[in-house]
C-alpha cells in the first residue's frame, strides 16, 4: 500500500496496514491522553530522565526513562537491558497499568494478540533532539512485535529497509498515533529527525514516545 501518510484526515482514529508488518492506528491513544502522560511523570519520579551515553562516548540528545520487569541502557560497555537503574541501583519502577493494557489492545489490532511486554523504553524529546537510523535489536528475539506510542509535539519518522542502506521514507508521527511493528517490520532500520520547538495542549515543549517490548 502507498498511503500517502501526510493526507490522513485530521481527528480521525484510522488503521492502515503500510508495509507488511507496519500497522498505524492513528489517534489511538488520544483518549487515555492525559493518564498515560501522568503516568509517564510518574514513573520519573523514580527512574528521572536522563542522557545516556552511547558506546562511542556520545551522550543522546533524547532522555530515557525506563519501567517493566528490564530496561534499555547504554554506557561505554555497550547497549543491553538490565534489571536495575543504574542510575539508583534500584529495580525499575513497575509498568504503570495504563501501559500494558494499552500496548496490550493495540498489538492485538494489529494482529498480534497475547503480546506482553517486559519493557517500556519511555524517550523524551526537547527541541533539537533526534535520533538517527538503527535497528532494535537487543532483545532476545524478534518473535513478539514492538509497540510505540506517540505523545505532544509531532515528529518525522523514518523508516529504512533490512539494511541501513536502505531508501528511507517518511511518516508524521502526531499526538497519539500508535505504531505496531511485528514480523518482517521488525529489524527495519529508523530513526526519527530533529525535533522542532512548539508547544503542546497535554505534554507542553516536548514529545514523549512510548516503545514497548519483549526483551526477555
Ligand atoms: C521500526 N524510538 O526507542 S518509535 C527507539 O520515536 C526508537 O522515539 C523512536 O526507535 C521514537 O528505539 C521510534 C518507532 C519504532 C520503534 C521500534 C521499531 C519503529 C520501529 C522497530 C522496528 C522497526
Ligand atoms: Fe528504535
Same mark, same amino acid.
Given at each position: 500500500?502507498?498511503?500517502?501518510?501526510?493526507?490522513?484526515?485530521?481527528?480521525?482514529?484510522?488503521?492502515?496496514?503500510?508495509?507488511?508488518?507496519?500497522?498505524?492506528?492513528? #489517534?489511538?491513544?488520544?483518549? *487515555?491522553?492525559?493518564?498515560?502522560?501522568?503516568?509517564?511523570?510518574?514513573? +520519573?519520579?523514580?527512574?528521572?530522565?536522563? =542522557?545516556?551515553? %552511547? &558506546? @562511542?562516548?556520545?551522550?543522546?540528545?533524547?532522555?530515557? +526513562?525506563?519501567? @517493566?520487569?528490564?530496561?534499555?541502557?547504554?554506557?561505554?560497555?555497550?547497549?543491553?537491558?538490565?534489571? #536495575?537503574?543504574?542510575?539508583?541501583?534500584?529495580?525499575?519502577?513497575?509498568?504503570?497499568?495504563?501501559?500494558?493494557?494499552?500496548?496490550?489492545?493495540?498489538?492485538?489490532?494489529?494482529?498480534?494478540?497475547?503480546?506482553?511486554?517486559?519493557?517500556?523504553?519511555?524517550?523524551?524529546? *526537547?527541541? $533539537?533532539?533526534?535520533? $538517527?537510523?538503527?535497528?532494535?535489536?537487543?532483545?532476545? %528475539?524478534?518473535?513478539?512485535?514492538?509497540?510505540?506510542?506517540?505523545? $505532544?509535539?509531532?515528529?518525522?519518522?523514518?523508516?529504512?529497509?533490512?539494511? /541501513?542502506?536502505? /531508501?528511507?521514507?517518511?511518516?508524521?508521527?502526531? =499526538?497519539?498515533?500508535?505504531?505496531?511493528?511485528?514480523? &518482517? +517490520?521488525?529489524?527495519?532500520?529508523?530513526?526519527?529527525? %530533529?525535533?522542532?520547538?512548539?508547544? =503542546?495542549?497535554?505534554?507542553?515543549?516536548?514529545?514523549?514516545?512510548?516503545?514497548?517490548?519483549?526483551?526477555?
Amino acid at each position: 500500500m502507498t498511503a500517502d501518510l501526510f493526507a490522513g484526515l485530521a481527528g480521525e482514529q484510522t488503521r492502515e496496514a503500510f508495509d507488511e508488518g507496519v500497522t498505524i492506528l492513528r #489517534q489511538y491513544a488520544v483518549a *487515555q491522553d492525559e493518564v498515560l502522560v501522568r503516568a509517564i511523570l510518574a514513573v +520519573a519520579r523514580s527512574a528521572p530522565f536522563r =542522557h545516556m551515553k %552511547t &558506546p @562511542g562516548g556520545h551522550s543522546m540528545s533524547v532522555a530515557m +526513562a525506563c519501567c @517493566g520487569q528490564v530496561g534499555w541502557v547504554t554506557d561505554e560497555g555497550g547497549y543491553r537491558y538490565q534489571s #536495575q537503574d543504574p542510575e539508583t541501583g534500584r529495580p525499575w519502577p513497575a509498568m504503570p497499568e495504563s501501559f500494558v493494557s494499552l500496548a496490550r489492545s493495540a498489538a492485538e489490532a494489529a494482529g498480534f494478540p497475547g503480546f506482553a511486554p517486559d519493557t517500556c523504553l519511555i524517550n523524551r524529546y *526537547q527541541p $533539537g533532539a533526534r535520533m $538517527g537510523l538503527h535497528q532494535d535489536r537487543n532483545e532476545k %528475539t524478534f518473535s513478539s512485535p514492538i509497540v510505540s506510542v506517540s505523545l $505532544g509535539l509531532p515528529i518525522v519518522f523514518q523508516l529504512g529497509g533490512l539494511r /541501513r542502506t536502505d /531508501r528511507t521514507e517518511r511518516i508524521l508521527l502526531e =499526538h497519539g498515533d500508535v505504531v505496531v511493528w511485528g514480523g &518482517p +517490520a521488525r529489524l527495519r532500520y529508523h530513526g526519527v529527525l %530533529t525535533l522542532k520547538p512548539g508547544e =503542546h495542549p497535554v505534554t507542553g515543549p516536548v514529545r514523549f514516545n512510548l516503545t514497548f517490548r519483549r526483551a526477555g
